[in-house]
């Protein structure tokens, strides 16, 4: 029999423990696209929240499963739970829907007579964006949009210079500024979603670079870099995790020489100043608009 998982359910839906997981937020798991049509038994997912990205990911499943086979699918219930079960009747399946621990879950048996697959997964799949230039895909970070954070810290970066890294690189957009400055000699760009490490890939075509899905808290801190540049996520699961942002701050130190620059750009309510301070041998806020705040920080 063969099983997927979809991301990580919380425990008390009973999660298959040996299933293939095909979450792109899981560095090492199967892309679900890579799936054959009608090869699987059973998929359980924990939906993501996102409308698009959500619809694609179901509509992904559904053609993965054989006839007869089974869709487990839950999400919070104000996290595109309370969708769920309209959302996969529009696919023109029959739906049996329960509610456990804040969640709704949906139980699909595949049968004949589905619609509309593979208009959710076009509408869910990389894209060109115009306006923006690049190629992203809708569950990136900013998939659609230039993030106001982002910009600022690179209107504020100075010509950077050396081997340096950009932890959680999204599509590209900082990698593409900090490379302007041709005294860059190497760029290591690292993002925990598969997705956005593909989408790097299109948009930062530069001899310079190497890209990496990889979680940034668990990287060798091997103390060579020059500069690292950053736009840390604070969200972890949906929830907000000042901890991430945090634990960037003390891996980007030690992934610093003596000397290394740390460009980080955070949202004004988050409390980075106390490990900027401990981690670093000088932190100066740098900018402060707009809801933001850019520091530079000096091993």
Same mark, same amino acid.
């Given at each position: 029999?063969?099983?997927?998982?979809?991301?990580?359910?919380?425990?008390?839906?009973?999660?298959?423990?040996?299933?293939?997981?095909?979450?792109?937020?899981?560095?090492?798991?199967?892309?679900?696209?890579?799936?054959?049509?009608?090869?699987?038994?059973?998929?359980?997912?924990?939906?993501?929240?996102?409308?698009?990205?959500?619809?694609?990911?179901?509509?992904?499943?559904?053609?993965?499963?054989?006839?007869?086979?089974?869709?487990?699918?839950?999400?919070?219930?104000?996290?595109?739970?309370?969708?769920?079960?309209?959302?996969?009747?529009?696919?023109?399946?029959?739906?049996?829907?329960?509610?456990?621990?804040?969640?709704?879950?949906?139980?699909?048996?595949?049968?004949?007579?589905?619609?509309?697959?593979?208009?959710?997964?076009?509408?869910?799949?990389?894209?060109?964006?115009?306006?923006?230039?690049?190629?992203?895909?809708?569950?990136?970070?900013?998939?659609?949009?230039?993030?106001p954070g982002s910009a600022l810290l690179a209107?504020?970066?100075?010509?950077?210079?050396?081997?340096?890294?950009?932890?959680?690189?999204?599509?590209?957009?900082?990698?593409?500024?900090?490379?302007?400055?041709?005294?860059?000699?190497?760029?290591?760009?690292?993002?925990?979603?598969?997705?956005?490490?593909?989408?790097?890939?299109?948009? +930062?075509?530069?001899?310079?670079?190497?890209?990496?899905?990889?979680? +940034?808290?668990?990287?060798?801190?091997?103390?060579?870099?020059?500069?690292?540049?950053?736009?840390?996520?604070?969200?972890?699961?949906?929830?907000?995790?000042?901890?991430?942002?945090?634990?960037?701050?003390?891996?980007?130190?030690?992934?610093?020489?003596?000397?290394?620059?740390?460009?980080?750009?955070?949202?004004?309510?988050?409390?980075?100043?106390?490990?900027?301070?401990?981690?670093?041998?000088r932190v100066r806020m740098v900018a402060d608009?707009?809801?933001?705040?850019?520091?530079?920080?000096?091993?």
């Open positions: 029999m063969t099983t997927l998982l979809y991301g990580r359910p919380p425990a008390v839906f009973d999660p298959p423990g040996a299933a293939t997981q095909t979450s792109p937020l899981i560095p090492g798991a199967t892309a679900l696209e890579s799936v054959a049509e009608g090869s699987v038994d059973e998929i359980m997912i924990y939906a993501p929240p996102g409308v698009l990205e959500r619809r694609y990911t179901l509509a992904l499943a559904l053609k993965a499963l054989k006839p007869g086979g089974r869709l487990d699918v839950m999400a919070p219930k104000d996290k595109g739970g309370s969708r769920l079960k309209k959302e996969l009747e529009a696919f023109g399946a029959e739906v049996g829907e329960s509610a456990k621990a804040h969640h709704r879950r949906c139980v699909v048996i595949k049968g004949d007579g589905l619609t509309g697959l593979d208009a959710a997964i076009e509408a869910g799949a990389p894209r060109l964006v115009p306006g923006l230039e690049a190629w992203s895909q809708p569950g990136v970070f900013a998939w659609d949009r230039i993030d209107q504020t970066l100075p010509p950077l210079k050396g081997a340096g890294a950009d932890l959680g690189c999204g599509y590209g957009a900082l990698a593409t500024v900090a490379l302007r400055s041709p005294a860059v000699t190497t760029l290591r760009l690292y993002d925990l979603d598969r997705r956005a490490v593909e989408m790097a890939r299109r948009n +930062v075509e530069d001899a310079r670079v190497t890209i990496e899905q990889a979680d +940034v808290r668990t990287l060798p801190t091997e103390g060579d870099l020059d500069f690292i540049v950053t736009n840390p996520p604070f969200h972890d699961g949906g929830a907000e995790d000042k901890r991430l942002g945090q634990t960037f701050i003390r891996q980007a130190a030690g992934m610093l020489k003596k000397g290394g620059t740390l460009w980080l750009v955070a949202n004004r309510h988050l409390p980075y100043e106390a490990e900027l301070n401990e981690a670093f041998k608009t707009g809801g933001y705040k850019v520091f530079e920080a000096v091993k």
